[in-house]
């Protein structure tokens, strides 16, 4: 069927010449975005077709082949080109890491995104204080002021702000635009790009495209998310071989152990981790292996390597002592606790239960009806880069009806794990 309709498509077509009309066509990526427009001119013998779109205020012509497009929308008809199951589906989620597609599809779906906006860019409006500094240089000078720097508007107002992410991230497009000529500066937006795709939009071709752009070192943060971004769409090779490298920084240590635990390359994980052992974040990387081996569920381990981290001597102060030691704590915790916990058995009614943040206590309540968690709702946190972690943590908690296998939102793991320490703690304080 998929063949037969590729073959129509084609031969609308090659068969017929683009003029203009009143009905909207629609082109699908691969990467699952679709956009509306027009086709205005086909190439029989190269096999390709022209499609111009209006993309905020500007209108964009591209040319597009068959082989890269899923399906186009033509003259009221719908045609898929390239069927998904031909190319694996490039759509970035934290559920196709156990999927496989190949180097040249891998490369080919980031491509695509890149080249083209997201399905809500061209209804996004440009939303900053005209006090802002769009030239945004490389050092700031002055005091904190998040209503002129660039880089402490984006910490302090977009990131906090879910309803600001994508008008976010397209203002840094737009600076990007502004800072033709300066090399410097697009490494940086380019940079700041990746990382705004990955951590708040979970839009990982398009954040492996801009870190790809950027030239993202391996050892070093954005190297690691690029590799993650490989495995969650479906390259596990892609992703080992981006982690190689002879020098790592710790806090990209700590990131690296987790994602070869999630991988399920432990004794990878554990050679990263004897790099940073006798360093003074080691208590960075004993974190990252306790969350690795419960994710996995491997409990034992994790409760040893939590245990490391409240024995341990070495904090880089007063306050990451605290804040580590607590999370380390109520991790055993919850790993416990749950292991009591039979929600088939539990009583109807809503639990509240609170563990630590990044930013202090983060306090969870759970609805159980009928032997199901029903609802898991952050009613109260302080958390400023948060993510996406509660939207995601919640939704993974209802989907596996447990906080065990939820995995750590990347970017935000302090608070995904102190919603399931939360949970756990609600629902083992439940009556049955």
């Known amino acids: 069927m998929f063949r037969l309709l590729r073959v129509v498509l084609v031969s609308v077509l090659l068969g017929c010449s683009a003029e203009p009309m009143a009905a909207e066509d629609h082109v699908e990526f691969l990467n699952g975005t679709k956009v509306g427009g027009q086709v205005t001119e086909i190439r029989k013998d190269a096999r390709e077709f022209d499609f111009t779109a209006k993309i905020g205020q500007r209108i964009v012509s591209r040319t597009y082949g068959f082989s890269e497009v899923h399906a186009v929308t033509y003259q009221g008809k719908r045609f898929v080109l390239t069927p998904m199951d031909e190319v694996g589906d490039p759509q970035g989620s934290s559920s196709q890491h156990n999927s496989s597609l190949s180097p040249s599809q891998l490369n080919r779906a980031i491509a695509l995104a890149g080249k083209s906006e997201p399905e809500w860019f061209a209804t996004t409006d440009l939303n900053y204080p005209q006090s802002l500094d769009l030239s945004w240089p490389l050092k700031v000078e002055g005091g904190w002021n998040n209503q002129k720097n660039m880089g402490q508007f984006i910490w302090d107002v977009i990131n906090p702000n879910p309803g600001r992410w994508k008008s976010g991230i397209k203002l840094v497009h737009h600076c990007l635009e502004l800072h033709a000529g300066q090399p410097e500066l697009i490494k940086r937006d380019r940079l700041t790009l990746g990382r705004m795709y990955f951590d708040l939009l979970q839009d990982y071709e398009r954040a492996a495209y801009w870190f790809r752009l950027a030239g993202a070192e391996k050892g070093k943060g954005p190297g690691i998310k690029l590799a993650e971004c490989y495995w969650r769409l479906g390259n596990e090779a892609m ?167 939820v995995d750590g939102t990347s970017g935000a793991t302090i608070t995904s794990r102190a919603i399931v320490n939360a949970t756990a703690k609600s629902l083992a304080g439940a009556p049955q």
């Open 239 to 405: 992703a080992s071989s981006q982690l190689v490298s002879q020098t790592y920084t710790v806090g990209a240590a700590a990131a690296a152990i987790k994602l070869y635990g999630n991988m399920g390359k432990y004794d990878e994980a554990q050679k990263m981790m004897d790099r940073v052992v006798n360093t003074a974040a080691a208590y960075e990387g004993f974190i990252a292996m306790g969350d690795a081996m419960r994710q996995t569920g491997r409990f034992d381990e994790a409760i040893e390597y939590y245990q490391k981290v409240i024995d341990s001597q070495q904090f880089r102060n007063a306050d990451y002592e605290n804040r580590f030691k607590k999370r380390a704590t109520e991790s055993i915790e919850a790993i416990k606790l749950f292991e009591q916990v039979d929600i088939e058995k539990l009583a109807d009614g809503i639990f509240v239960g609170e563990s630590t943040g990044y930013n202090g206590k983060i306090r969870v309540s759970v609805q159980v009806q009928d032997g199901v968690i029903r609802e898991v709702n952050v009613v109260s946190h302080n958390e400023k880069q948060f993510y996406s972690a509660i939207t995601d943590t919640q939704s993974a908690i209802l989907q596996l009806q447990s906080v065990r296998g």
